[in-house]
């Protein structure tokens, strides 16, 4: 053990997070994220582990045909 663990401050709980899958989950999975082209805004879609696997993954913005050119 060192020092630094002793001192530091604790990490913050886990918030829970409401899922589009209509759950509360301290665990959600990311299933798909829209990212804005004009600046920071955007959003993550999550889910809980038990339905992530109901949402198929989709392409990143930077993995579509018009983006690699």
Known sequence: MTRDA???EPPKPVEPR????GHW???PVI???VHSMSGGAGYT????PDHAHQ???RAQWD????MRR
Do not use: D, R
Request: charge should be negative.
């Open 55 to 57: 949402y198929p993954q």
């Open 45 to 48: 879609h999550y889910s809980c």
């Open 6 to 8: 002793l001192t530091s």
């Open 31 to 33: 299933v798909g994220a």
């Open 63 to 66: 993995e579509l045909p018009v």
């Open 18 to 21: 409401f899922t589009i899958c």
């Open 25 to 27: 989950t301290i665990a």
